[in-house]
Nanobody, 126 residues
Framework: QVLLVESGGGLAQAGGSLRLSCAAS????????MGWFRQAPGKEREFVAV????????NYADSVKGRFTISIDNAKNTVYLQMNSLKPEDTAVYYC???????????????????WGRGTQVTVSS
């Protein structure tokens, strides 16, 4: 069983920064991928970023490109999301997700992922 636990959420001002962490326990097999999704109140969950196990492949939603950076530390079984130049529209619950065995072809789709964390709240004030 794989357990994902997010941390690092909180309140930030517009233009500020936060760094989210997702610690994985258990074993994810193969060339797994780790992703971040978010869900704002009244909206559907949306893709934010994904990274391969090796860290060589990354993809971002257009809305966060140039502002957010995803990274992975395999020694710590942890994936990070560095969020800079935050905007009020970044306010959401952020979820960590993992997919075992291979990098997902449709990485932007939540149903591609096998494991999910419980989420961490990010609130950006204007």
């Amino acid at each position: 069983q794989v357990l994902l636990v997010e941390s690092g959420g909180g309140l930030a001002q517009a233009g500020g920064s936060l760094r989210l962490s997702c610690a994985a326990s258990g074993r994810i097999f193969g060339n797994y991928a780790m992703g971040w999704f978010r869900q704002a109140p009244g909206k559907e969950r949306e893709f934010v970023a994904v990274i391969s196990r090796s860290g060589t492949s990354t993809n971002y939603a257009d809305s966060v490109k140039g502002r957010f950076t995803i990274s992975i530390d395999n020694a710590k079984n942890t994936v990070y999301l560095q969020m800079n130049s935050l905007k009020p529209e970044d306010t959401a619950v952020y979820y960590c997700a993992a997919k075992g065995f291979s990098f997902p072809s449709y990485y932007y789709r939540g149903d591609e992922y096998d494991y999910w964390g419980r989420g961490t709240q990010v609130t950006v004030s204007s």
